[in-house]
């Protein structure tokens, strides 16, 4: 039987600079240059160049200018100023957790400067029984800006021990000691007002003893490269759980989020190796005022991602963040709290897409808030000092639920040159959900497609509905999935001109049996397509031969449908299979595999990071002969040595059933084989087509 702990906060604040007006405690404020720097002493421009600061304080600079300074505490279970007095601020008693894993450092800080200071910031971790003797890590700060505001910051301890070699934080005398510095210098001839605020610096301890399940299925089983654990009665685990969001190849390795689970219970960031080694949770998301909830995926930049969270922030509605695979991470953007009698706020909430990124500047959607609560486009500056609403959708009619430029976007937006594109989940003309686009600047908002009513009845349509997922963009071509609609119901796979013109249907996905939810090729895909030469390849949440999902390939021009692999049938009671169930993210072709997560399933019941192999192109039939027996020879050129499975249907179409009737294996050397029919004389037509497996 497992025990819950419960999380101890250790809140300690540097004190006796003033306060500033952001919260009421844990504030410290000080203006560096209207004010003697006493026993902080000053310096000139000590050791900042390449970008490295030295902790030594030296005598005062020259000048007037080059006036530096430092902010720094000591940790010793608990915090301690090192300005001053050197007195406890705050000590628990019997705190003698030796897992620095178990310790969260946080903290928000707000600098404002003068135009023309040149004011630059770090904050560095020292560690050590010995500060003088002990290692140290610079964590990144990258949003000095002008004005600025309150940036949120979060780093856990364990990740430093083990990527920075702080391994010195050993207790001494059944105490922690580790040092927390701000250090930062004015490079201005003229000296300006400078502030600093650091508030809500907190240690956060959390005991990790018998409180969650460890991860118990080390290294890939068949496709699933990672199985993820199986959450605690409280929802936690050491890995993460129901990834939602697909992943990205950064340094050589496979990098993800999970939307729940992790030792906080509110979603991770991970990476794994291509050969489902070397998985780590490298980020735990804390929820608010900390990032929680990533229901996206990451974006690159360099050897760091940015990323958004569904939760958390500040205010509870979502946030974008910053991070990198050593555990840092800060907040750039946390969304304005909502309105609790309309849920409308300003610049929107509940981020759940992939962010795009251009240069300085990140391109999103919310999926909610804004103006009229169904959701924005918006833009954010890198350093996260620059927030734009560029589009807030509008109210659909409460009757209809038809409006003229959709609502509720869920599955962000692509750029190319100085236009967005994106899909809204509902509303438009017929209630279905819009294809839209608009300028980087906010101008120009066009709806491309506006998707046709459901009949009321079937739940069917001519073109899909609720386009839940992003768009990928070739040769002047969109091309996306709805999870709704088209001929089955079940959602259909489209493309569309980037001026909107020539949509079209590239598959419908079939109706899926009432009883048994199967299927031959899926159903409600809800993730973004990717695209490899001129194949595409998605993800079905539902549907299959076994009612968990499929990964599917199909050319741009909506020939050659494939379902290149079906999860396998999960167990009714415990929500478990080998290798994953519902996957509700798109896949990354590397090579010849494409990679992917599922949501559900595997044997921990909380998803999987998988790889299937992609397949080998489909045959060609080179002739068919008609015998006097009324069998028919076919022949085949294919792959050399592949394995093909030949299927045959009497009528073509978005109904036809095509039947498996024989396997065959290719000339190891030419790619050639035949097979004859000896069925034909039971149909006066029959179509034939291959598949390699």
């Not at 608010?288 to 922030?313: I, K, M, Q, R």
Request: charged share 5%; proline share 5%.
């Amino acid at each position: 039987m497992q025990q819950t702990l419960g999380t101890v906060t250790l809140i300690a604040a540097l004190s006796g600079f003033g306060i500033a007006a952001h919260a009421q405690t844990n504030v410290i404020s000080d203006n560096f240059d209207s004010r003697s720097l006493g026993s902080f002493g000053t310096t000139y421009n000590y050791g900042w160049s390449g970008g490295a600061v030295s902790s030594t304080i030296v005598s005062p600079g020259q000048g007037g200018a080059g006036k530096a300074w430092q902010l720094s505490g000591n940790v010793t279970n608990g915090m301690v100023e090192n300005a001053g007095a050197n007195s406890p601020l705050y000590t628990p008693s019997g705190n003698t957790d030796a897992n620095l894993s178990d310790y969260t450092l946080s903290f928000d800080l707000a600098i404002a400067h003068g135009a023309n200071s040149g004011l630059g910031v770090s904050l560095t971790i020292y560690g050590g029984s010995s500060f003088a003797n002990g290692s140290s890590y610079t964590v990144p700060i990258n949003l000095i800006t002008v004005g600025g505001g309150y940036q949120h910051y979060s780093v856990n301890m364990g990740t430093l021990a083990n990527g920075y070699e702080i391994g010195a934080l050993v207790p001494t005398s059944s105490q922690y000691e580790f040092q927390l510095a701000i250090f930062g210098y004015n490079a201005s001839v003229t000296a300006t007002p400078e502030t600093i605020v650091l508030d809500n610096l907190q240690i956060t301890l959390t005991p990790s003893v018998s409180i969650i399940n460890t991860n118990t299925f080390f290294g890939p089983d068949g496709v699933a490269l990672h199985r993820f654990s199986a959450v605690s009665v409280t929802g936690l685990n050491l890995d993460g759980a129901n990834p939602a969001a697909g992943l990205v190849l950064s340094g050589g390795v496979l990098c993800g989020t999970t939307l729940n689970g992790g030792v906080q219970g509110a979603g991770t960031a991970f990476y794994v190796s291509l050969d489902g080694t070397n998985f780590n949770a490298f980020r735990t998301f804390t929820n608010t005022p900390d990032a929680g909830f990533p229901e996206a995926g990451l974006a690159v930049s360099g050897n760091g991602f940015f990323g958004t969270t569904f939760a958390g922030g500040v205010n509870g509605v979502g946030s974008v963040f910053v991070a990198g695979t050593n555990g840092s991470s800060s907040l750039i953007q946390s969304f304005a709290a909502v309105s609790q009698d309309e849920a409308t706020n300003s610049g929107g909430a509940s981020p759940s897409a992939l962010l795009a990124l251009s240069g300085n500047t990140l391109y999103g959607t919310t999926a909610a808030g804004g103006a009229a609560a169904n959701g924005t486009v918006f833009s954010l500056s890198t350093n996260g000092s620059v927030f734009s609403d560029l589009h807030d959708f509008s109210l659909p009619d409460s009757n209809t639920g038809t409006n003229t430029d959709g609502a509720l976007p869920c599955g962000g937006v692509i750029l190319s040159g100085s236009t967005l594109y994106g899909t809204a989940s509902g509303g438009g003309t017929g209630s279905a959900g819009v294809v839209f686009s608009i300028n980087t600047g906010g101008g120009s908002f066009a709806v491309l497609h506006n998707f046709t009513p459901l009949d009321p009845v079937s739940a069917t349509n001519a073109d899909g509905a609720f386009p839940c997922s992003g768009l990928i963009l070739s040769n002047g071509v969109l091309y996306g999935t709805t999870s709704a609609g088209g001929t089955g119901g079940k959602g259909v796979v489209f493309s569309v001109g980037a001026d909107g013109s020539g949509f079209a249907i590239l598959h419908n996905f079939s109706v899926t049996d009432p009883l048994t939810k199967t299927n031959l090729d899926g159903a409600s895909p809800c993730a973004p397509l990717a695209l490899s030469g001129s194949n595409l390849y998605g993800t079905a949440s539902a549907g299959g031969a076994n009612a968990s999902g499929t990964v599917f390939s199909i050319s741009t021009n909506g020939a050659g449908f494939q379902t290149v692999y079906t999860f396998t049938a999960m167990n009714p009671s415990t929500g478990t299979n080998r290798d994953g169930a519902l996957p509700v993210a798109g896949v990354l072709p590397l090579g010849n595999s494409l990679y992917g997560t599922t949501f559900s399933g595997g044997p921990g019941g909380e998803g999987t990071v998988f790889g299937v192999a992609i397949p080998l192109p489909p045959a060609t039939i080179t002739g068919i002969i008609v015998n006097p027996d009324g069998s028919a020879t076919l022949s085949f050129l294919g792959s050399p040595n592949s394995t093909n499975v030949i299927q045959a249907t009497p009528v073509l179409g978005p109904t036809a059933s095509w039947q498996n009737i024989s396997t065959n294996t290719a000339d190891p050397i030419t790619g050639i084989w035949n097979f004859t029919d000896m069925t034909t004389s039971q149909s006066p037509i029959q179509f034939y087509r291959s598949y390699s497996r």
